[in-house]
């Protein structure tokens, strides 16, 4: 029903910047919060970035003040700015959204198949 796409990973050195992109699709009615995650090896998810409907955005504490979400209604794309990227960075990244659909008006999450971010030092 919903299709989450991610795009904009790779490999990068330390200090550098990538941008990631993620398009919904789908029979959406609506799209409330969207936000990125991030999964390291031998680690749990972990909340990077979210961004409501209305563009009020929350920032896990280790990426304040170098990475940026946000959002573009219109395309339901999210996206991510990661500047000063350093390795612990270093991630699998995965898009989130909470999406009411057209079979299905209550909101649930919807996840991307994830994006490899590699940060070398």
Known sequence: QVQLVESGGGLVQAGGSLRLSCAASGSIVRINAMGWYRQA??????????????????????????????????????????????????????????VSTRLVLAIRPYWGQGTQVTVSS
């Open 41 to 98: 090896p031998g680690k749990q998810r972990e909340l990077v970035a979210t961004i409501t409907s209305g563009g009020r955005t929350n920032y896990a504490d280790s990426v304040k003040g170098r990475f940026s979400i946000s959002r573009d209604n219109a395309k339901n794309t999210v996206y991510l700015q990661m500047n000063s990227l350093k390795p612990e960075d270093t991630a699998v990244y995965y898009c989130n959204a909470d």
